[in-house]
T-cell receptor
Framework: EAQVTQNPRYLITVTGKKLTVTCSQN?????MSWYRQDPGLGLRQIYY???????DKGDVPEGYKVSRKEKRNFPLILESPSPNQTSLYFC??????????????FGSGTRLTVV | AQSVTQPDIHITVSEGASLELRCNYS??????LFWYVQSPGQGLQLLLK??????LVQGIKGFEAEFKRSQSSFNLRKPSVHWSDAAEYFC???????????FGTGTRLQVTL
């Protein structure tokens, strides 16, 4: 089954304690992205990757890092989490479609609480 | 840069009534447009998408959307709402040159019995 797998689904952590949210896809997609969802703000892109070792900032990259050492994995790293990073996070992978544009597959989400 | 506006934060409809959720986008060229639904505590599910061609797009769960270039709109409709349709709905636009979705702020749909 084609899917994007995020772990963990839920995470409560303390301010300043480094954490990593993993994301893996089994569709051989070149593009992968991270989004955060906040009430009243919708989903906003944090970082994206066009291929292995190629990453770039999205709209809200501050406080986050990513890496893309393998095509299937795109972890999101919070080196010093703060309470304003409490949010629902989604990983997505995508590939071009024959119709134009891209087809997207989203993970199930990671609900992060920073206290 | 592209942007999406969903003017209605919260909508309440009676079960069996018709539904229209509004979405306006800002983008210079022909956009690729999407509607997603998120049930409470769940992830995102794609309802439908518009890439080109027929401006009336059919999706899953009985939803449809119409692309109107002159109004920069992509409104979502359903002729008869079911209680299970209660959820949050997001409109999104993709610029096409990069794999990035820009989402609206969402519309929460409540269905009364």
């Amino acid at each position: 089954e084609a899917q994007v797998t995020q772990n963990p689904r839920y995470l409560i952590t303390v301010t300043g304690k480094k954490l990593t949210v993993t994301c893996s896809q089994n569709m051989n997609h070149e593009y992968m992205s991270w989004y955060r969802q906040d009430p009243g703000l919708g989903l906003r892109q944090i970082y994206y990757s066009m291929n292995v070792e190629v990453t770039d900032k999205g709209d809200v990259p501050e406080g986050y890092k990513v890496s893309r050492k393998e095509k299937r994995n795109f972890p999101l790293i919070l080196e010093s989490p703060s309470p304003n990073q409490t949010s629902l996070y989604f990983c997505a992978s995508s590939s071009p479609t024959t119709e134009g544009g891209y087809g997207y597959t989203f993970g199930s989400g990671t609900r992060l609480t920073v206290v | 840069a592209q942007s999406v506006t969903q003017p209605d934060i919260h909508i309440t409809v009676s079960e069996g009534a018709s539904l229209e959720l509004r979405c306006n986008y800002s983008y210079g060229a022909t956009p690729y447009l999407f509607w997603y639904v998120q049930s409470p505590g769940q992830g995102l599910q794609l309802l439908l998408k518009y890439f080109s061609g027929d401006t009336l797009v059919q999706g899953i769960k009985g939803f449809e959307a119409e692309f109107k270039r002159s109004q920069s709109s992509f409104n979502l409709r359903k002729p008869s709402v079911h209680w299970s349709d209660a959820a949050e709905y997001f409109c999104a636009v993709e610029a096409g040159t990069a794999s990035k979705l820009t989402f609206g702020t969402g519309t929460r749909l409540q269905v009364t019995l």
